[in-house]
């Protein structure tokens, strides 16, 4: 009876938490909401700035949980592909349901992921099927585990630090270190390094924030990410024939594709290597640059935090770093959501008093950043915290559709910013700047040379 009268007064206890919490954000959100309201020249970009905000978005989700925890709405804020209305969903325990049930919230990339290969569909756009399940197959024969500690990490830490010594105590992150060594890893790992390393950057960061973050379908958005990808497909059609005519004797992913198409590999015709690799090659490059940037920004606002990432990179302690770098990026995750469409009518949270019917075809919102700070999920969620058990983050989607290259950004981004960490007095020396986009772009930072 005393373990009973215990938990129930541990969870009354939360759900007055989470009544505060929203309280506490409902306030917040109305003075800086009346800020942006303000005049009427330059409104709807001030509202923009406000909800485009991790902050802000952690308020709004705050208010959401302890309130409207799964919100429907006739309402279609996705612009970007066919629906019905818009759910969002933010407890940990219904954003992790929606997204295992593939069956009934289907990814929706599959039109844009045939625009960018101009044809077949790329494993990421698939629902569970047999291509589906060859595709990822053939992909975890050519980018193996084994790799990661074999040749992409001593890759990453050698040309990161290289970077680091040489830049005389003052770097800009995104355009100095991270994309030219994930550009650089392009090239030497997967044996397709671009016309350029800038254009191998430009190019998959356009098709990713076509595919995956522009959810208004905006021409100016679409229009330069074909460009890219038919850039991209004329290069890697030329990149395959070229080392089918003239072997190079590489051991990289591009040679042991071509390996298992010469082998007979159902999925592995030259078109199906091209369209794996351009799929592959748009989630490594601005995933892991925007990832990194964010983690270290996020340590720079938090004195303690940044100690602790700090001496883990001077004891070259990686798993005491990892465990930092995701506990900030708990805070600033790459993306607050990942969206899914209702395939049927269904209900999720069936049993509780959460419980809503989703519409067949609706948008549905599985807001993840808002999952990383349900306090009935996570102790201490508003604390940064490094002992945290792995499911408390959901930085690389969850379920079927897991990132495909997890075990890879785990190992790199630490490998990325070990060596400036590392450096005594880092600073910012700059603000983030994406350059009008949502990825960064520029974000200098100092320390003391030495």
Same mark, same amino acid.
């Given at each position: ?15 007055l ?36 905000t ?5 308020q ?7 309130t409207?925890?799964n ?6 804020l ?21 997204l ?15 625009a ?15 291509a589906?399940?060859r ?9 193996r585990?084994?790799?990661?500690p ?8 050698r ?11 003052r ?10 060594v ?7 790992y997967?044996?397709?390094p671009?016309p ?9 960061t ?7 973050v522009?959810?208004a379908?905006?021409e ?6 074909l ?16 080392r /089918? *005519?003239?072997?190079?004797?590489? !051991?990289?992913? @591009?040679? &042991?594709?071509? =390996? +298992?198409? %010469? #082998? ?10 091209r ?5 592959l ?6 995933t892991?640059? /925007? *990832?990194?940037?964010?983690?270290? !920004?996020?340590? @720079?606002? &938090?004195?303690? =935090? +940044?100690? %602790? #990432? ?31 469409r ?9 049993g509780?008093?959460?419980a ?31 002992d945290?058990p ?28 070990k ?32």
């Amino acid at each position: 009876m005393s373990g009973f009268l215990g938990s129930a007064a541990s969870a009354a206890g939360i759900r007055l938490g989470m009544a505060g919490a929203a309280l506490g954000a409902a306030g917040r959100l109305a003075v800086r909401g009346a800020r942006a309201y303000g005049g009427a020249e330059g409104r709807a970009a001030r509202i923009a700035a406000l909800l485009g905000t991790t902050e802000n978005q952690r308020q709004i989700f705050a208010l959401l949980r302890a309130t409207l925890p799964n919100l429907v709405l006739s309402r279609r804020l996705v612009a970007a592909y066919e629906n019905t209305g818009t759910v969002i969903v933010t407890r940990h325990a219904d954003v992790t349901e929606v997204l295992e049930r593939e069956s009934d919230f289907a990814v929706v990339y599959e039109p844009k992921m045939r625009a960018i290969t101009a044809g077949e569909n790329f494993f990421l756009g698939m629902q569970d099927s047999a291509a589906y399940t060859r595709d990822v197959a053939n992909m975890r024969l050519a980018v193996r585990r084994t790799d990661v500690p074999e040749i992409v990490v001593p890759y990453v830490t050698r040309e990161a630090a290289g970077i680091v010594e040489a830049s005389r105590g003052r770097i800009d992150v995104p355009a100095t270190l991270t994309l030219p060594v994930l550009t650089g890893l392009v090239g030497a790992y997967f044996g397709t390094p671009g016309p350029s390393a800038t254009e191998m950057a430009e190019g998959t960061t356009r098709m990713f924030w076509y595919l995956f973050v522009d959810l208004a379908g905006q021409e100016v958005v679409s229009r330069p990410a074909l460009e890219a990808a038919a850039a991209c497909r004329a290069y890697l059609d030329d990149a395959i024939a070229a080392r /089918k *005519a003239a072997p190079t004797g590489a !051991d990289d992913v @591009l040679a &042991r594709c071509l =390996a +298992l198409q %010469a #082998a007979g590999m159902p999925g592995l015709d030259d078109l199906g290597i091209r369209n794996n690799l351009i799929g592959l090659l748009i989630g490594l490059v601005p995933t892991l640059s /925007k *990832a990194s940037v964010k983690a270290l !920004d996020t340590l @720079l606002d &938090r004195p303690e =935090a +940044l100690a %602790a #990432a700090q001496r883990a990179a001077r004891e070259d302690d990686d798993a005491a770093l990892a465990r930092v770098l995701w506990e900030a990026l708990r805070f600033d995750p790459v993306n607050p959501f990942i969206y899914r469409r209702a395939v049927r009518e269904t209900v999720i949270a069936r049993g509780t008093l959460r419980a809503r019917t989703v519409p067949q075809g609706a948008m549905v919102l599985a807001a993840n950043l808002s999952a990383m700070f349900d306090p009935i999920a996570l102790d201490q969620p508003e604390a940064f915290r490094t002992d945290r058990p792995a499911h408390a983050y959901i930085l690389w989607g969850y379920g079927m559709h897991t990132c495909f290259g997890a075990h890879i950004n785990q190992a790199v981004i630490p490998q990325l910013l070990k060596p400036l960490l590392r450096r005594p007095g880092l600073r910012r020396a700059g603000p983030v700047d994406g350059a009008g986009t949502p990825f960064p772009v520029h974000f200098l930072v100092a320390f003391d040379s030495t």
